[in-house]
């Protein structure tokens, strides 16, 4: 199983991004994906989830209106769209996935980090 998150980069506030989250060696319709991220001297959190079915969406208070996570089975490809960033969201981002719920942190599968950079 393998997550390989992309997109991350330098943008000036209230600008856009859009991360990509490429999954392999599972069906993406068997495991709940999402987004999460870390900035400097601060704990991992979670920013926004989607459930198997890609029926239910979950988003952080902080992000809620901004970003919008999205799925694409097919293509085993988990994105999130990024607007109206803020400074604040400046961090690291993961992509992860568990084959049961997305947990605060404890997921079964994570990716290698991206990083984004909002300049005031």
């Known amino acids: 199983v393998q997550l390989q998150a992309s997109g991350g980069g330098l943008v000036q506030s209230g600008g856009s991004l859009r991360l990509s989250c490429a999954l392999s060696?599972?069906?993406?319709?068997?495991?709940?994906v999402g987004w999460y991220r870390q900035a400097p001297e601060k704990e991992r959190e979670k920013v926004s989830c989607?459930?198997?079915?890609?029926?239910?969406?979950w988003y952080a208070d902080s992000v809620k209106g901004r970003f919008t996570i999205s799925k694409d089975n097919a293509k085993k490809m988990l994105y999130l769209q990024m607007n109206s960033l803020k400074p604040e969201d400046t961090a690291v981002y993961y992509c992860?996935?568990?084959?049961?719920?997305?947990?605060?942190?404890?997921?079964?599968?994570w990716g290698k980090g991206t990083q984004v950079t909002v300049s005031s």
């Open positions: 992860a996935a568990d084959d049961f719920q997305c947990w605060e942190n404890n997921m079964d599968y």
């Open positions: 060696g599972f069906r993406l319709d068997d495991y709940a």
């Open positions: 989607i459930s198997r079915s890609g029926g239910s969406t």
